[in-house]
């Protein structure tokens, strides 16, 4: 059985320059592919990468998280790309769509593009579509009811302030186990979006004003990196919300 959308928002915060290229594509696709693969796990909403002026980051996790999240036997319609090359690297990820056989089964969902299914031989609409016959290859179109991952947005550092139930994390910040109850009563309101600082530190002074907790021992220090982190809160703050 797989998960259903949180009922509230739980969103994450990211700088784009958390994810360094180093001169190593295929750490870099593997970093990234962890990153995705943690969002999911905590079923994590939405992500806000912002643009710390490092365009070719964006461009690059951008088409590795849509990589990411396009079903198997859809990805042969992506083009050549040199930002996909170490793409079979990407680790598999736990979502309806990619969880399914290469034969007719009764109760699967499948995303559909270019009216296909994955089963050779069976044919249907795109959008998305559960087997209801697996004799005659049947599908109808679903409104899928489960989580299927995060969605993408970009924004620039400025567009936090006009956000809505924003936290930090910082080691200058709350214990989020001694307020629980403040942060559960933020995320019945209207969710939560979790906000990492960026490599070289320096968020807590930039927002001052946003309530700031310490999920992690030593947390901005060069002992525990960014993701690191955010893993450590996505964590703590699933149980909490729980």
Known sequence: MFPFPRTHPLNVAVYSNTFGLRNNFSAFTIEISDFIRNLIIYRV?????IDSSKSENIR???????????????????????????????????????????DKVEGEIRKIERG??????CTCSDGVALMINSEECKMTRYISIFYDGPVLEIISERDIN???????????????????SFLK???????????IGPPEGGVKRKFQNLPAFNFITKQGTSNVRSKEALFSALSILNSVLS
Request: aromatic share 8%; charged share 25%.
């Open 45 to 49: 909403s939405k992500i806000y990468l």
């Open 60 to 102: 690059i996790i951008r088409k590795l998280i849509k990589y990411s999240l396009k079903p198997p036997y859809l990805k042969k319609y992506v083009g050549k790309d040199r930002d996909l090359t170490k793409s079979g690297l990407l680790y598999p990820i736990n979502i309806p769509y990619h969880t399914v056989s290469t």
């Open 116 to 121: 296909d299914t994955g089963i050779e031989g």
């Open 162 to 180: 006009n956000m809505e139930n924003v936290i930090v994390s910082s080691r200058s910040g709350l214990n989020p186990l001694e307020n629980s």
């Open 185 to 195: 009563s933020l995320y019945q309101k209207k969710g939560i979006t979790l906000l």
